[in-house]
């Protein structure tokens, strides 16, 4: 983002940069940064604050009109008061987990549970107005089958024309955790991240389905196949202890090619 | 919250290690008071307007969203899977502050909006963006946007 803003303002077009982690605007030292204490994916604050919101875009555009740089990195002072957990909150109610964690019947109980979701995430659309399910392009039942099948060792053809099949899993996947956390967040308790991602991967077939989906490609013999299943599928935060590794983070990705 | 003292040490660690580049000049651009200013956005988040193809890798070029877009035709596809993307499911805003630029600019706060907003993926390799970054200047100022809002996730 930094090096963004040194490119742009070098072609005579002024900018001032969101600093999400101030060490790296630091070493880029783009010309005007307003470092905000929130959460990495919410460089704006909380959800549904507009005024909160309000005040975090002002501050970095007001660092525009000042005359004391280059360079200028300035604290935005206020944490994200939706951070903490909302204790009314209850998740949907689903089935407990089955003991039978084999892969063809994570892949049964993730097909069942998907529709159980429907009305809390019909619910989750009329209450915002969005859904940021759709880079798949594939409908909830089959997506559910498409993961399944891979998780079952089978490889579907992809449905999406210039996507590989692996490559469209990725995008199934995503497709996948956003019904999820919308379809946990229905209503009026207001969760925060964590409780939904806990929820999420302690507590569904879908968290269940992609720990599994994520071991059994990366036993895959393809390097690309197995690139994607260590890097889209599971944050860093839940893999299991076992398949940890040492460092996570936001840019915690194997080499990666532009185009693939 | 990102202070990184309140974060695992690993994790920490690596973001505060990440490399970045090291530039040798420090350009500076001044310009008109806010309420003459034409602000775009500019998201490196991997954001796409729906039915668009997604960011399917590091890939170093942008993708455009106009001003006219439903917050309900944004979507996300950055690589990275270990950041928030609550807040963006509930408010596009907190990605992508484009119903507060335009409520400043109803209330003169800044002189207007651009008429298209633009996104990276923030994981592409800044030498391979550059080129890109160059070209987009000049989009903004053929749209005579003079103040870029640089929006990371």
């Known amino acids: 983002m930094s090096a963004l803003g040194h490119y742009l303002e070098e072609e005579g077009v002024a900018t001032v940069a969101i600093s999400l982690i101030r060490p790296q605007t630091e070493k880029t030292r783009p010309p005007r940064a307003l470092w905000v204490p929130f959460a990495l994916g919410r460089p704006f604050g909380p959800p549904g604050d507009p005024a909160f919101q309000r005040r975090v875009v002002l501050a970095a555009l007001r660092l525009l009109e000042r005359e004391a740089g280059p360079v200028i990195i300035e604290d935005f002072p206020d944490d994200d008061p939706r951070e903490p957990a909302d204790p009314a909150w209850r998740p949907p109610p689903l089935p407990a987990l089955p003991a039978d964690g084999t892969p063809a019947a994570l892949a049964a109980r993730l097909e069942t549970e998907i529709p159980l979701l429907a009305e809390a995430h019909r619910r989750w659309i009329a209450e915002h107005g969005r859904t940021s399910v759709g880079l798949s392009n594939l409908p909830m039942p089959e997506l559910g089958r498409y993961i399944g099948d891979f998780l079952c060792g089978r490889e579907p053809r992809s449905r999406r024309v210039g996507f590989s099949p692996i490559l469209l899993l990725r995008f199934a996947a995503d497709d996948l955790k956003a019904y999820y956390l919308e379809a946990g967040a229905a209503g009026l308790a207001k969760p925060s991240s964590k409780q939904l991602g806990d929820w999420l991967w302690n507590s569904t077939s879908a968290g269940a389905a992609l720990i599994a989906l994520r071991e059994t490609l990366l036993a895959s013999d393809n390097d690309r196949t197995k690139l994607i299943a260590g890097n889209f599928f599971v944050p860093g935060l839940y893999l299991p202890n076992t398949a940890r590794p040492g460092t996570i983070g936001a840019n915690s990705m194997g080499p990666w090619q532009p185009g693939q | ?153």
């Open chain 2, 1 to 153: 919250m990102v202070r990184l003292v309140d974060l695992p040490p690993a994790q920490a660690q690596r973001l505060a290690a990440f490399e970045c580049p090291n530039f040798t000049t420090e350009p500076w651009v001044s310009g008109p008071p806010l309420s003459r200013r034409r602000v775009a956005i500019v998201s490196s988040a991997g954001l796409l307007v729906r039915g668009g193809t997604p960011f399917r890798g590091r890939d170093p070029d942008y993708h455009t969203i106009p001003a006219d877009t439903r917050s309900a035709d944004v979507l996300i596809s950055h690589v990275s899977i270990n950041f928030d993307r609550t807040g963006f499911q509930e408010d596009w805003n907190v990605v992508f502050p484009l119903d507060r630029l335009n409520e400043l600019a109803a209330e003169g706060v800044i002189g207007s909006v651009a008429d298209t907003h633009y996104s990276f993926m923030g994981a592409a390799e800044p030498d391979l963006i550059e080129p890109h970054a160059r070209e987009l200047a000049g989009q903004l100022k053929r749209d005579r946007v003079d103040a870029v809002l640089l929006a990371p996730v």
